[in-house]
């Protein structure tokens, strides 16, 4: 499946389920990344609970993994204090993704932003 179709299939998904925006515009990107600001979820809660899922995300570029520092990139489109440099995420999308796993991982987000949402608003997680 190609990578536009992933992304299309991942966006479907997810539109009407979480509120979401995405980052930068389709012309200038890379046709296999996505990048994506989930408002009010913090990244660094949102990429743990997916990794334990089975999803892999991250909140940076590839050449930043592991780094703690907001993305250069965001912080020069949106300023340092946007929360979109705190609650971004990169999703990719691989060459031997099936429909099943794009369904799978939606599913699995809308379930983990709702749980984050949830404990947030208890302020279990504050």
């Known amino acids: 499946m190609t990578s536009k179709l992933c992304e299309i299939l991942f966006l479907r998904g997810i539109t009407g389920q979480v509120a979401f925006e995405i980052n930068g515009d389709n012309a200038s990107k890379a046709p296999h990344i996505l990048n994506i600001w989930?408002?009010?979820?913090?990244?660094?809660?949102?990429?743990?609970?997916?990794?334990?899922?089975?999803?892999?995300?991250?909140?940076?570029s590839a050449c930043s993994s592991g780094s703690v520092k907001s993305s250069h990139v965001l912080v020069s489109m949106f300023g340092s204090e946007s929360p979109r440099n705190t609650e971004s995420v990169r999703v990719s999308f691989g060459p031997d993704l099936a429909i099943t796993d794009i369904e799978n991982a939606t599913k699995i987000l809308i379930q983990t932003i709702s749980k984050i949402q949830d404990l947030l608003q208890k302020e279990v997680l504050v």
């Open 38 to 60: 989930f408002p009010g979820i913090p990244s660094n809660l949102l990429i743990p609970h997916l990794d334990l899922a089975g999803i892999a995300i991250s909140a940076g």
